[in-house]
Structures are given as structure tokens and as C-alpha cells.
């Protein structure tokens, strides 16, 4: 990682620690978070460094007092200076030099939010009126339509997907294809997944994470998160991460197949399995913040993914499996028992 070169965004202190390579992520997590520290450097190794660590408050660097303008990434130098290829979620790129040819452009909105639809747009500026303040929200620059609408519609290669599954699609295929049949599955199951960190941010923390099955409430799970930093984060990754693991269970040794919706209160859980892991390399992942928890949720993810794609004849909904992001403490009666379910897993530790 020394060796490459761009603009990378350090949160040692906010919503989300971790490293980020454009400034629309890094603002998510500073703005509004009392006592935010957060730096930009020029190699990953020096961000991951300054997230890992504990500095003066001194160091820190107000990106949004500096560029009153970082609203809009074509006028924004640093943030649309990334070009880290390998790690770009919003990688936005102004036009340097006149051209004597107009390239059209697409910019193309992933949501995960349920009261935001995905969308496409040709002009930056209705865009971002579009996707101003909403959250669970990932957006990107394309020049071709075909691309555009595969960000979008969340696609990716499933050559990444196998690899993350650690099986090779024939051999997954040939284990999990299901047998042909007339019959279509078409039940549904809404799974809520919540982490509770009681005392959050201090030596004593203690957390726990809850699953809420609203159609199979048999299923529910509340534990104590059992390793790592006891943080609210942490815990909201393993409640999807053991979600996972029943729902792969009950598809793969139940003959009652459902098609079944994860929903979060986590935007950067929902963000990561719906548009951004198939973009990070083996050795980023390993550098992101609780990779340990990461890179077994990219795990049972892919494989339940993949498990719906290669029998998607025979789910009503075509077989489509995504994370759906849900506004947490607002009222929706399967967020708050998960909430609960999290709550107390977490004072099963104390």
C-alpha cells in the first residue's frame, strides 16, 4: 500500500473510524459528530495509521471550513483528484483541459434506502439535488450507460463474489443448483438486524446484537458480541454476519425455501454488501477497520447471494437478495425488537 500514491480520508473519530477515499464518505461520518478528528494524507498507510491512533486534537483538518465548495465534487480539487482504482466509491473526475467532443455522463444512485428509489442521471446537478441529506444512498460517474446501470442495479463480477465465497462457481453450482421443478418458491421473511454497545466508546462497553425473524420469530437471536473492541459497530456487523449464517441454514437443509430481505440501521453495513466490497482489493479489506468480522460477513454474504442467483427460477422475486437500509429509533416495530434483542445480548457480558 506505501508504494501508491492519491488522496486518502482518515476518521480517527467519528460515526465510522476508518479510511476513505473521497470526501463525500469522510464528510458522512465528521459532520455534526462532537469532537470529530479526521485528517486527508497521500498514501493508505499513512491514513490507516492516524485512524488506528489516538493524536492531539490539534492535527485535525476541517475539509468543510476549507473548501465551501466540497458540496459539489467538480469543484472540489482534492476529493476529485482520487483516482485510487481499486478502492473508488464516488471517484469522481472534472474536465481538466477543453475538448473539442462532448462525453455524456451517468451518474448513477444505488440505494438501499426504501423510500428512495435507485436512479440515473445525465446532469450532476439534479443528482445531487437527488441525493442531498438522504442517506443510505451510494453514487458514481460513469461514461457508459451499460456500467451505470450495473452500479445501480448493484451487479458485480461473479468471478468476485465466488472468490469471497472461497468456491468456484462450477463446484458451487453443483452443490446448491436446485433440482428443476414446477414449483416456485414465494414466501418471504423480513430479518431486522441491530448492535447495542452499552456504555459505547469506554473501557467498560459491552456489547451485544440482535436478529428479529418478523415472519419466523423462532428464529430470533440475541447475543453478547464475544471478541474484539466491545463497539456499537462491531456489533452491528455481527448481527447481519449470524443473520447470514441462519438464513444460509435454512436454505440450504429446509425444503421450504423463502425469499429472504435484511434489513439495517446500519448505512455502512448496507453500503458495503450492496455496492462497495466487489470494489476492494484482498489486502484493503485486511486493512479496513474490523476486518476480522468483515471478511466472514463477505463470506456468507456472497454465498447467500450466489445461492439465489444460481436458483433465481425458482424464487418468486427472480432470486434477488440485497440489504436494505432502515432509519434506526423511528418507530418500525421489527427495528425496534432487534433493537431490544441487541440491547439484551449486550447485558448478557456484564
Known amino acids: 500500500m506505501a508504494g501508491k500514491r492519491g488522496r486518502f480520508y482518515a476518521v480517527q473519530n467519528g460515526r465510522q473510524q476508518g479510511v476513505y477515499n473521497n470526501w463525500d464518505d469522510c464528510k458522512e461520518q465528521v459532520t455534526g459528530y462532537s469532537g470529530a478528528r479526521y485528517k486527508k494524507f497521500d498514501t493508505y498507510a499513512e491514513a490507516q495509521a492516524f485512524s488506528n491512533s489516538q493524536v492531539s486534537a490539534g492535527t485535525e483538518r476541517n475539509f468543510s471550513s476549507q473548501r465551501s465548495s466540497a ?55 439534479e443528482c445531487e439535488r437527488y441525493v442531498k441529506g438522504q442517506k443510505g444512498l451510494s453514487f458514481k460517474k460513469f461514461e457508459d450507460q451499460d456500467t451505470a446501470v450495473q452500479f445501480m442495479k448493484g451487479t458485480a463480477d461473479d468471478q468476485v463474489d465466488f472468490s469471497h465465497a472461497g468456491i468456484s462457481k462450477n463446484e458451487f453450482t453443483a452443490r446448491y443448483k436446485l433440482s428443476p421443478t414446477n414449483r416456485k418458491y414465494s414466501g418471504t421473511s423480513r430479518v431486522y438486524c441491530d448492535g447495542s454497545a452499552l456504555a459505547n466508546g469506554t473501557s467498560s462497553s459491552c456489547a451485544g446484537y440482535g436478529v428479529h425473524f418478523a ?26 454476519s449470524r443473520a447470514l449464517d441462519e438464513i444460509w441454514h435454512n436454505l440450504t437443509e429446509n425444503n421450504d425455501k423463502k425469499c429472504y430481505q435484511i434489513k439495517t440501521d446500519s448505512e455502512y453495513v448496507a453500503k458495503l454488501l450492496n455496492d462497495r466490497y466487489f470494489a476492494y482489493t484482498n489486502d484493503e479489506l485486511a486493512g479496513l477497520p474490523n476486518s476480522d468480522l468483515i471478511n466472514p460477513l463477505l463470506e456468507k454474504f456472497t454465498k447467500v447471494k450466489q445461492y439465489y442467483a444460481v436458483n433465481h427460477e425458482a424464487f418468486d422475486n427472480n432470486g434477488r437478495f440485497t440489504i436494505e437500509w432502515v432509519k434506526g429509533h423511528a418507530g418500525e416495530p421489527g427495528n425496534e425488537i432487534a433493537d431490544e434483542l441487541a440491547r439484551r445480548g449486550a447485558l448478557k457480558k456484564t
Open 71 to 125: 458540496s459539489d465534487p467538480r469543484n472540489c480539487r482534492d476529493y476529485a483528484a482520487i483516482s485510487y482504482a481499486s478502492h473508488q466509491t464516488h471517484s469522481w473526475q472534472p474536465t481538466r483541459q477543453k475538448k473539442s467532443y462532448s462525453v455524456k455522463k451517468y451518474y448513477s444512485v444505488k440505494s438501499s434506502n426504501p423510500s428512495v428509489p435507485s436512479r440515473i442521471f445525465s446532469d450532476w446537478k
Open 215 to 240: 415472519d419466523e420469530p423462532g428464529n430470533d437471536i440475541s447475543e453478547p458480541l464475544r471478541s474484539g473492541a466491545q463497539t456499537n459497530n462491531r456489533a452491528e456487523i455481527q448481527a447481519v
